[in-house]
């Protein structure tokens, strides 16, 4: 995958999602700013970074790929490419829906099998 063509698509925004016509998927650039800022930061990136390479499941998103910065030295805005997700489990608990203890059974079922 190209950086530039990423970049060039919608790199201005945090996130955002395309769909390649090619490929027929739906993906997502996010865009995280100071990734070296603070140092806890730093780490939960990184590991949030080799958990997502590792992992396959449908109930998680798929890292597609990082893009590489141009300048190794300088850089400190970090964009990875992740499968596109309309919402995502923050979003639900932190939202006003009442969850029944059915659905709450279910996302925690799917969370540890």
Not at 37 to 55: F, G, V
Not at 85 to 97: F, G, M, N, W, Y
Request: aromatic share 8%.
């Amino acid at each position: 995958m190209n950086a530039r063509n990423y970049l060039e698509l919608e790199a201005t925004a945090v996130l955002r999602w395309q769909s390649t016509s090619r490929q027929r998927r739906r993906w997502q650039l996010n865009k995280m700013d100071g990734v070296f800022e603070d140092e806890t930061d730093c780490k939960r990136i990184l590991r949030e970074i080799k958990l997502l390479r590792k992992m396959d499941h449908s109930f998680v998103v798929k890292l597609f790929d990082i893009i590489e910065p141009s300048d190794a030295d300088s850089f400190d805005t970090l964009y990875i490419v992740l499968e596109y997700a309309e919402s995502d489990l923050k979003k639900v608990v932190k939202s006003a829906i009442h969850l029944q203890i059915l659905h709450i059974k279910t996302v925690i079922y799917n969370l540890v099998c």
